[in-house]
């Protein structure tokens, strides 16, 4: 157990990513992805599994589709690849996936995911010791109002933003400052809690102290090996006092 007490001298805010953190959410994406495949009708029939979903998500749904076209490029016609991230998105190709992996999710959102083992414990904590909460993720935020409300999260909350809700996503830092704005925090003050090198970076470049959980998907890397000031193998292990 790696414990960590927070009061306000240590900070007076704390921003929580969703997927990977709070909720276990590959089993929608797994299932979303493959529901899209199976409508763009691709050489072969592809399918994704846990393992391979693993390592795209965490920067945004346009990331995460753009990521599994490339992944199967070899079923891919031709004329369709490109040679870079902004020429990809333009092609017919990726607007017909990404409309199809939109709907889908719509209609999957929380049916194959989890909420993680003391996530309810450590919001409570961290809640008793007065602390402003915020959720911070790059899903849309439709997707992410949508799932908390689901697994009854959404009550901790005092602002929620999404992967839309500002011009940059993770790692950029903005969204980080925004959400202190939101919250009317020191970045300094204000505890970044995530699953990945992506809130980590983010962290970093915004000011933000940043724990990080042992748990979640940091894109099939040791998650150890990144820069954080602590990790937890449970939010349980955060304990508030005021």
């Known amino acids: 157990m790696n414990?960590?007490?927070f009061?306000?001298?240590?900070?007076?805010?704390?921003?929580?990513?969703?997927?990977?953190?709070?909720?276990?959410?590959?089993?929608d994406f797994v299932a979303a992805l493959n529901l899209m495949l199976a409508d763009l009708k691709l050489p072969g029939k592809p399918q994704l599994d846990r393992a391979v979903v693993e390592r795209m998500v965490g920067k945004g749904s346009e990331h995460l589709i753009e990521s599994v076209l490339n992944h199967l490029l070899v079923a891919v016609p031709r004329p369709q690849r490109a040679v870079n991230s902004e020429a990809f998105r333009a092609q017919p190709l990726f607007d017909q996936a990404f409309a199809s992996y939109q709907k889908h999710y719509d209609a999957i959102n929380g049916q194959h995911s989890?909420?993680?083992?003391?996530?309810?414990?450590g919001l409570q904590n961290l809640q008793h010791a007065g602390l402003k909460l915020a959720c911070l993720t790059n899903k849309?935020?439709?997707f992410a109002r949508q799932l908390l409300k689901l697994?009854?999260?959404?009550?901790?909350?005092a602002e929620v933003f999404g992967g839309d809700s500002f011009e940059r996503k993770k790692p950029d830092p903005l969204p980080l400052l925004k959400t202190c704005e939101a919250l009317r925090t020191s970045p300094t003050r204000t505890l970044m809690l995530g699953d990945s090198s992506n809130d980590a970076r983010a962290a970093r470049a915004a000011g933000c102290p940043v724990v990080l959980v042992t748990y979640g998907y940091n894109h099939g890397e040791p998650i150890r090996a990144v820069d954080a000031d602590g990790f937890v193998d449970s939010l349980a292990e955060l304990r508030g006092q005021k």
Not at 7 to 27: E, F, Q, R, S
């Open 114 to 121: 989890l909420v993680y083992p003391g996530v309810q414990q």
């Open 7 to 27: 009061d306000h001298t240590d900070c007076d805010a704390v921003i929580v990513d969703l997927d990977g953190t709070m909720v276990d959410t590959m089993g």
């Open 140 to 142: 849309p935020l439709a």
């Open 151 to 157: 697994k009854g999260l959404d009550g901790f909350f």
């Open 3 to 5: 414990s960590i007490t």
